[in-house]
């Protein structure tokens, strides 16, 4: 019997599938395929998810489903051409009204949802409970929400101010499809709109919390970063929450860890020059150690539970692993690498080349040489993180490696020298890369305590005070106020409201053309597969660099109070 329901249902499931499929679709050199492409990249790489992205389509007109995310066998996003045209009336709003529909629909398929749900009712599923209809509509509430919750938080992070937008757009969708206030087994049409209502207001609560503690963690706030991500981790259950917050941990232990064991520039870190061309720290004291060891017990649960939420998400992967290194567990490193390594096998996709640089260092630390050797040659052909370094070291280690005793006789003394004299010239020139000038915050926008939209105050002996916001269709801006100073952070994703740094610069504009008006950047961070943090310290300024254009930028200033 359950045999010939699941066959029954792959049957129906199929013929959705193709039924879908065979309508006509907008090609893809369509400026509304384009912009849907558009939105849905930025939201792939503001995240940092690996998968590719469900294929597209655009179908004339309107359906029964207005937009739908058919997640199996080939994952598809469905769009009635009619929602995008609703969407353009919110006018400088659209884009936001837009993203806040696909980043619903790829809630569904980031968070693994295998129920076929469409934005209007429409559905079928896999595991949902067929013995009642009381089940199956509390099982579609229960989706339905959590796409809404992080669908506006994968739009949020992706520069679309979406909070406002999904009620007002899942209210005219209502309208126009002349949609019955009650649909089977599917929340009536009130309570649709009051979950969306409901869901971005806790969201909005705590993404700007997030994007906070990202930015205080770019300027070396670690502590202060990690009771943000702390924050945001104790009120939802997100993978980039928790994965951030380990990293603020990872990077609090780097600082305190002697050199003799980090030689190696990790993937996580963003200060890699200062660190190793400073000076040798001796041994950590007892209670650095007992530190050190709670922080990485803390920091393998936090990516240990990122994980628990996508068992694909590689970026907790390759963190797992550093914190196995430093807690010495260099099998256990290689274990994660490796399920890694199966987890993207089974999705047929590429793996990051920083997990072969990571594995490659955990094997070193193993006294595997040869098949370090291996890895180290995988992490270069992808160019992994710091990899110039990262392989000389590696082979002035494997040359000092002497089969006969299984044991290094390593001149740590040379090494060192050779460490300091690698990033000196690269810290030397990173004075002289940047234009020397500072960003004019004021000639842009600001906000003051008389302006603000929102509040948030955060419990904690290292936390910010208070995060003052206001969110507006060009900009975002922060006022984040602490015991003695306070720093003012404007950001913007868009080109919407022609907002431009003081050098005319604007989203969309070429990387060269940032390096033509500031210069070559103090420091560049990866982001993403794609990307990169042009960071410029002198000029408080920093720039999202995807695919070769700018993706977003900020400037901030800092004040003593």
Not at 321 to 343: M, P, S, V
Request: hydrophobic fraction near 40%.
């Amino acid at each position: 019997m359950i045999k010939s329901f699941r066959l029954a249902l792959i049957i129906l499931v199929t013929c959705i599938s193709f039924s879908i499929q065979a309508q006509e679709v907008l090609p893809e050199n369509n400026h509304k395929f384009i912009v849907v492409r558009q939105i849905m990249e930025k939201i792939k790489w503001a995240i940092g998810d690996s998968r590719q992205l469900p294929q597209i389509e655009i179908r004339p007109g309107k359906s029964e489903n207005a937009a739908i995310l058919i997640p199996n066998p080939n994952p598809r996003l469905i769009l009635d051409e009619k929602v995008y045209d609703l969407c353009r009336s919110f006018g400088s709003d659209s884009l936001n009204a837009l993203a806040s529909i696909i980043g619903h629909e790829l809630a569904h398929f980031y968070r693994d949802h295998k129920a076929i749900i469409g934005l209007i009712g429409h559905s079928e599923a896999e595991n949902l409970d067929n013995s009642n209809r009381s089940s199956q509509q509390n099982q579609r509430i229960y989706l339905e929400a959590e796409a809404d919750y992080f669908g506006t938080f994968y739009a949020f992070q992706a520069g679309f101010n979406s909070f406002k937008t999904l009620p007002k757009i899942l209210s005219l969708i209502y309208n126009e499809y002349q949609l019955p206030n009650k649909l089977s087994n599917y929340p009536s049409k009130q309570e649709r709109i009051n979950i969306a209502v409901a869901r971005s207001r806790e969201m909005e609560k705590f993404a700007p919390v997030f994007e906070v503690g990202r930015f205080l963690y770019t300027k070396k706030y670690y502590k202060e970063a990690e009771a943000c991500f702390e924050y945001v981790t104790s009120h939802i259950s997100s993978k980039e929450a928790f994965n951030n917050l380990g990293v603020a941990k990872l990077t609090r232990v780097s600082t305190l860890t002697s050199q003799d064991e980090t030689h190696f520039a990790y993937p996580f870190e963003i200060d890699v020059a200062n660190r190793l061309s400073s000076n040798t720290r001796g041994g950590s004291t007892l209670q650095e150690e007992a530190l050190k060891k709670r922080l990485l017990q803390e920091a393998e649960l936090n990516f240990e539970k990122a994980i628990s939420f996508d068992r694909y998400y590689w970026r907790a992967y390759i963190n797992l692993a550093i914190t196995q290194i430093f807690l010495k567990n260099f099998n256990a490193a290689i274990g994660e690498i490796d399920k890694l390594r199966q987890r993207a096998a089974s999705k047929g996709t590429p793996v990051h080349a920083d997990a072969f640089l990571v594995r490659g260092i955990a094997l070193v630390k193993a006294g595997r040489m040869d098949e370090a050797r291996q890895d180290f040659l995988r992490a270069r052909e992808g160019d992994a993180f710091r990899i110039d370094y990262n392989f000389s070291l590696f082979k002035k280690l494997n040359n000092s490696w002497l089969d006969d005793f299984g044991e290094w006789e390593v001149e740590w003394t040379k090494v060192e020298r050779w460490i300091k004299s690698f990033f000196k010239k690269e810290t030397q020139v990173q004075f002289k890369k940047e234009n020397y000038f500072k960003e004019n915050i004021n000639s842009i926008k600001t906000i003051e305590d008389k302006d603000v939209d929102k509040l948030i105050t955060i419990n904690g002996t290292k936390a910010p005070v208070s995060i003052h916001f206001k969110f507006d269709l060009s900009i975002n801006t922060y006022l984040i106020k602490f015991d003695y100073h306070s720093m003012r952070l404007l950001q913007t994703h868009t080109t919407e409201g022609n907002i431009t740094t003081s050098k005319g610069l604007k989203v969309g504009d070429d990387q060269v053309a940032v390096r033509k008006k500031y210069g070559s950047p103090g420091k560049i961070i990866p982001i993403a597969k794609e990307g990169f943090m042009y960071v410029y310290e002198k000029q408080h300024i920093h720039f999202w660099i995807i695919k070769e254009k700018v993706a977003k930028w900020e400037v901030y200033e800092i004040n003593r109070l």
